[in-house]
């Protein structure tokens, strides 16, 4: 799978919507499934922002506030122009909010 049908395949799993990656096989797919994606990241930033969490809780590498952040950083960069730099701003500010109240 290239990286940008992973990235849109890890953004619609964290969204709950499954289906939405596998709508891009046929002819001209893809970017009609990347625009309904972009749509339902502007809806659903909360719901983005509480999966990106719960990815950075379960993952070994996130053992602070500041490793928490970066593993946002790395999520945001892998996720390209699949979201725009308002949804990113929104996403690293929900984020810094819920990892502010970590002990």
Known sequence: MA???EAMAQL???L???G???ERAGPGQGEAARER???LVRGELSRLAEGL???AVACDDVTDRASALAYLE???AFFGDLLDEEQRAELRARFREAVHRWR
């Open 20 to 22: 939405l990656a596998e």
């Open 3 to 5: 990286m940008q049908e």
């Open 12 to 14: 619609a799993r964290l």
């Open 53 to 55: 969490l719960r990815e």
């Open 37 to 39: 994606l972009r749509r």
């Open 16 to 18: 709950g919507r499954w």
């Open 74 to 76: 790395e999520r945001l």
